[in-house]
């Protein structure tokens, strides 16, 4: 077991407020690569504003984050991160877009006029991931017929197409039935297992719990506990994303 | 006369060509506004636009001049009140809207004897284009054009989920800035051609037709660019040869498109 133990994420004293209120206090905590991380929370206990920071979308009114190393004005490969929001797409069901053109959208590798015609490397790199996501036959299905399920499965095959080493799920298996939401944990474990570093944030305490190899429990704007999993080795595997 | 004949005369000509340059511009920009839920910004701009004019012919300089700044000035103005996050984008618009139309008729009353003039920008006239118009025009379609050739990966995800843009690395702002600013350029430059009550319709309108066939983003892209011509070009045609206001005749075919299209795919 080799260890680099560069932290992918570090979060020093993180305070942030809305206005009059604290969201969080003092949050610190470090993601190593390879991690499988979830954070637990009841509702508005500040799980989604936590991402938002982690991901550069809110600056905490306190404290200091690197991301990959870096401060986020020095980061610039935001194709090694794939980013699952809460609620995506809840309500827009007539936005004109096929399944194939979000996912696609996950890798903006953009040249001159390439939208126009994508070329075969692009086509094959969306083929892997709905494949991937399990998802091929809603290719030209348009977002808006979906289920929440499957529309859930689409941008996680959006997150995966620029093959990230960081994936972060905002409560991705809200409305998703029970066979599906164990196939969906199955999935993430094949992908954790072939080194990509996961955060899933989530309020059901039981599934994440189980799947999860440490867990933070986000508590009245405080992280009052952090749960580490022993019987499963926290195994970083070298191998890359790729060998899927 | 014949059908060929009108092209003798010049402003025909100019007002042709703007046409047809204005034909494809204008679902450019609506598209993307329509899908985040924005398709009364270009109504908003083109009454404050309006405001230009009045100011323009107060101050006796050019009326382009005029609604230039002032859309452009308008379209940030809106954009920065709606990030800060304390009025609704909604809530935005209409504020921007009833007060410069306003104002404008206030102004306009002031000045006297502009009430023709204003009735010209209302409902827009052929005859009005200039050659500096069509200059503007085919400058916009340029900018567009490459814009949307080097950026629509970013203006389409932006549009999808601001969050999910960022998190891709988009330049969220940038991005936003240049379009906003596009969208204020093509108002301004087609606000005597179709008027400023219409232009918004001639933006979104052929962009609903299109989106009524259930295609994809890039379809629905070029379906509503071929409404558009269409209506642009039947809209002129009607509009000369039986004598009624080109604006108002350009955006019922676009109308006429959009029922077509409703009741078609109803049917499929
Ligand atoms: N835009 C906002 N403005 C003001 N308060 C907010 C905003 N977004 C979230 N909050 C508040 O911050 C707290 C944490 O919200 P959130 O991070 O969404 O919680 P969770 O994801 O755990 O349900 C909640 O109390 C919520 O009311
Ligand atoms: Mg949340």
């Known amino acids: 077991m080799s260890i680099n133990m560069q932290p992918l994420i570090q979060c020093k004293n993180i305070f942030f407020r809305y206005d009059a209120t604290d969201v969080l206090r003092d949050i610190s905590f470090d993601v190593f690569p390879g991690e499988y991380i979830g954070i637990i929370g009841g509702n508005g206990s500040g799980k989604t504003t936590l991402l938002k920071i982690i991901l550069g979308l809110l600056h905490p009114t306190k404290g200091d984050i690197l991301f990959f190393d870096q401060p986020f004005a020095d980061f610039h490969d935001w194709h090694k991160v794939g980013y699952v929001p809460q609620h995506v797409f809840r309500n827009d069901v007539n936005f004109p877009a096929t399944v194939w053109e979000i996912v696609e959208s996950g890798h903006l590798d953009a040249r001159f006029g390439e939208w126009l015609v994508p070329g075969k490397k692009k086509c094959s790199v969306v083929e892997r991931s709905l494949k991937q996501a399990g998802i091929e036959h809603l290719a030209s299905k348009r977002i808006g017929e979906l289920s929440g399920g499957e529309r859930q499965r689409v941008f996680i095959a959006r997150a995966l197409v620029s093959r990230p080493e960081l994936l972060v799920l905002d409560e991705p298996t809200t409305g998703i039935d029970a066979a599906t939401e164990e196939q969906f944990y199955a999935f993430l474990r094949t992908l954790n297992n072939v080194g990509m ?30 749960s580490k999993k022993n019987e499963r080795e926290v195994v970083l595997n070298e191998k890359k994303v790729s060998n899927i | 006369m014949s059908f060929f004949d009108i092209f003798q005369f010049d402003f025909f000509v100019r007002a042709f060509e703007a046409g047809l340059l204005l034909s494809i511009i204008a679902p450019l920009i609506g598209m993307f506004l329509v899908v985040r839920r924005y398709s009364l910004f270009a109504d908003a701009l083109s009454h404050v636009s309006l405001l230009g004019v009045a100011l323009a012919l107060m101050l006796k300089i050019p009326v382009l001049l005029g609604t230039l700044f002032t859309a452009l000035l308008a379209a940030f103005g809106i954009e920065r009140l709606r990030m800060g996050g304390r009025v609704f984008g909604e809530a935005v618009i209409a504020l921007f809207l009833s007060s410069s139309l306003a104002l404008s008729v206030v102004l306009l009353g002031l000045g006297g004897n502009v009430n023709a003039n204003l009735l010209s920008y209302l409902f827009g006239s052929l005859t009005t284009v200039t050659v500096l118009d069509v200059v503007l025009l085919l400058l916009l379609f340029i900018g567009v054009s490459f814009f949307l050739l080097f950026f629509y ?60 066939w259930r295609m994809s983003f890039r379809r629905t892209l070029f379906l509503a660019i071929f409404f558009s011509f269409l209506s642009v070009n039947i809209g002129f045609f009607a509009a000369y040869f039986f004598d009624i206001a080109s604006g108002g005749t350009i955006v019922i075919c676009t109308v006429l498109f959009f029922l077509g299209s409703f009741f078609a795919h109803r049917r499929i």
């Open chain 2, 153 to 212: 990966r970013e203006l389409f995800l932006f549009s999808l989920d601001e969050d999910l843009a960022a998190v891709s690395g988009v330049r969220t702002r940038l991005i936003n800035g240049i379009f906003v600013a596009l969208a204020a350029v093509c108002v301004a430059a087609v606000l005597q051609i179709v008027g400023a009550l219409l232009v918004g319709a001639l933006l979104v309108v052929p962009v609903l037709a299109a989106m009524q």
């Open chain 1, 197 to 226: 570093t996961i955060i899933l944030v989530s309020h059901d305490l039981e599934a994440v719990e189980r799947e999860v190899k440490r867990v933070l429990y986000l508590n009245h704007c405080v992280i009052d506990r952090v």
